[in-house]
């Protein structure tokens, strides 16, 4: 049965990369969260999406320019009533001890090198005892590759926003159990023949009934959505095929 990863927690309801959104799409009967990790000035591992706190936040500027005590003082809920901190990824994983639920953490360093991310989720990764419930995805495949070799028993998978050409030979050449790509750039054809030959496949972001209905019906290893809720009403008729 094809699982249900909450992108960013459940962010069509709540605010994207808090704990009250990974508590929703708990509470909502995900399989999965999906989350973002950076590094503050000093070093901590927050967990937020873009580069700089504008878009999601109460302040402005780089994520690597704040000392984590003042981004902590942030609000990442600016919609709603509640003040949301950023997560620290500590607050996560420690959280994760209470539950059963999958992870991927998405490592942010595409656009900023950020020293020794890798290293640092990995430490605490194996600190709370989570590997095998952990997946480490990245557009930075060097990244990914380095994330492999630091920590075998992780699961990796690359990010793709292009079609790639037979997927399974390059994620087996890299060591990767999965591939996360976008959901339009791979056909019906090419899941199933990635899916077959070992690899797993999630593609990220599924949010449309029809893009839901597709991959259920091929049976797809898991679908990344921001509308855990709706995927779940959806997949509920797949749930009693054989």
Sequence with gaps: M??????????????????????????????????????????????????????TTSGNGFVKDFLYKEIRKLNANKKGIKKEPIPSLIEVLEWMKTNKLLCNIELKNGLIP??????????????????????????????????????????????????????????????????????????DNIIINTMENGIAVRPYTVNKDADMNRLFNINCTAIITDDPVKALRIRKPYEKRP
């Design 114 to 187: 950020y020293e020794g991310m890798e290293d640092k989720v990995i430490e605490l990764v194996r600190k709370y005892n989570l590997m095998d419930r952990i997946i480490l995805s990245s557009f930075n495949h060097y990244s990914i590759v380095y994330s492999y070799r630091m920590a075998p028993e992780i699961e990796t998978a690359p990010l793709f926003i292009e079609g790639i050409y037979m997927p399974w030979i390059y994620s087996q050449s890299i060591r990767a159990k999965g591939i996360h790509p976008k959901h339009s750039a791979m056909s």
């Design 2 to 55: 094809t699982q249900i990863f909450a992108h960013r927690g459940y962010s069509a309801s709540y605010a994207e990369n808090t704990m009250g959104a990974f508590v929703e799409a708990h509470k909502a009967g995900a399989d999965g969260i999906e989350l973002d990790v950076q590094l503050t000035k000093d070093g901590e591992i927050v967990v937020i999406h873009d580069e700089k706190v504008d878009r």
